[in-house]
């Protein structure tokens, strides 16, 4: 089936340092990934929809000077947050789906990546 | 605006038990609609996908319903399991390649 990947799943990094989240699909093509954001105990909230060769959309009150999406290869989507503060501490996880002819299966999602900002 | 709602928001039960979890959304017109699986800290599994001309989908214990006229979905568990234990979430499309919405979520834990 198909595979995401997310790197890394951990990181802690200083206030004002930017962090830099991969998101591979590794035996597919993805013209659109989607990155969300997932608060302890909470549901995942889109943050935006990444789009290969071309600008993110971005959801209402999310600020894309903030978190930087590109989105260069069919395989490879980046998010970038820049001036990290404490509140952007949370759970980011990506999404793709294999568009690939004939199949169905949904969206498949990377693995999350943990962010701490001190 | 769609709107997913998921109940119970928490669950627990013996193991043995059949247990029905449940997701509405307001806006009918969707594409598929698909259940997860979170384990804590971790990316999401996905469980079923059932297409909008769909009744329902079955894999292993797991067995998923859409009644897309009435906009409910159910996820029904067989004979659980203490590693049945995790959040389950509930996700509608409303059309190819386009965004999620999800779920508030179902926390389950299954004792022993």
């Known amino acids: 089936g198909a595979v995401v990947s997310q790197h890394p799943s951990r990181v802690i990094c200083k206030s004002g340092t930017s962090v830099k989240i991969e998101c591979r699909s590794l035996d597919f093509q993805a013209t659109t990934m989607f990155w969300y954001r997932q608060f302890p105990k909470q549901s995942l909230m889109l943050m935006a929809t990444?789009?290969?060769?071309?600008?993110?959309?971005?959801e209402q009150g999310v600020e894309k000077d903030k978190f930087l999406i590109n989105h260069a290869s069919l395989t490879l989507s980046t998010l970038t947050v820049t001036s990290a503060h404490p509140e952007d501490s949370s759970f980011y996880i990506c999404s793709a789906r294999d568009q690939g002819a004939g199949r169905i299966d949904g969206y498949t999602f990377g693995s999350g990546t943990r962010l701490t900002v001190v | 605006k769609q709107e997913v709602t998921q109940i119970p928001a928490a669950l627990s039960v013996p193991e043995g038990e059949n247990l029905v979890l449940n997701c509405s959304f307001t806006d009918s017109a969707i594409y598929n609609l698909q259940w997860f699986r979170q384990d804590p800290g971790k990316g999401l599994t996905s469980l079923l996908l059932i297409q909008s001309s769909q009744r329902e989908q079955t894999s292993g214990r797991l067995n998923a319903s859409l009644d897309k006229s009435s906009g409910r979905s159910t996820l029904y568990i067989a004979a659980s399991q203490p590693g049945d234990s995790a959040t389950y979430l509930c996700a509608v499309s409303p059309g190819t390649a386009s965004k999620l919405t999800f779920g508030t979520g179902t926390r389950l834990q299954v004792t022993l």
């Open positions: 990444s789009n290969e060769g071309s600008k993110a959309t971005y």
